[in-house]
């Protein structure tokens, strides 16, 4: 069964990469608990643009197709500094250095984990990041995972001063799938 799992999410890596080869490893959980909701090996697929996504669990559901809407929960980080244009304040100084430095820090700009508030969103929508359309069709309800976005797929180089996303940041986004509908049968 797993194996059969492993070949689909690779067919489905090709798929949605436009034809780019994604080349599949397995890797063990990170030992973060709250990274690693499971002990059993994490499957991760990597695709030629960059993108990457480390399948912690499977999930049981229906497979989100591109066209659905979904709700998730998730936690948005940066993953790399990038350039600090889009988070520069024209203020002051001193908080441009705090911006960095929380930056420089992983800096979450979004957690619905926390605040117990899921996102409900259309794939389809031009507002949606490349990294999303891309990663998380073909998963199915359930799972949970770790979707690692270059700066190409996510808000480039102009980044999004409104969550302080510096220009030219790779992001990264624990993800769970809450729930996955057609556009037509949208609730």
């Not at 929960?73 to 001193?94: C, F, K, L, M, P």
């Amino acid at each position: 069964m797993r194996r059969l799992l492993l070949f689909g999410l690779i067919a489905l890596g090709s798929a949605c990469s436009g034809g780019n080869n994604p080349s599949v490893s397995e890797a063990p959980h990170p030992s973060s608990s709250e990274k690693s909701p499971s002990d059993a090996e994490s499957v991760i697929i990597k695709k030629a643009n960059g993108l990457e996504a480390e399948v912690l669990v499977e999930g049981t559901g229906r497979r989100v197709r591109r066209s659905d809407w979904i709700t998730v929960h998730y936690r948005g980080s940066v993953i790399n500094q990038g350039t600090s244009s889009a988070s520069e304040s024209e203020d002051s100084d001193d908080s441009n250095s705090e911006i960095e430095t929380e930056v420089a820090g992983e800096y979450v700009f979004g957690d619905t984990f926390k605040t117990g508030v899921p996102l409900r969103l259309s794939l389809q929508s031009v507002q949606t990041i490349d990294g999303w359309q891309q990663g998380l069709p073909g998963l199915r309800v359930g799972a949970r995972l770790i979707l690692r976005i270059p700066s190409a797929l996510a808000y480039g180089e102009k980044g999004l001063a409104s969550t302080r996303i510096p220009a030219d940041a790779d992001l990264e986004y624990e993800i769970e799938i809450l729930d996955a509908v057609a556009q037509t049968d949208r609730r």
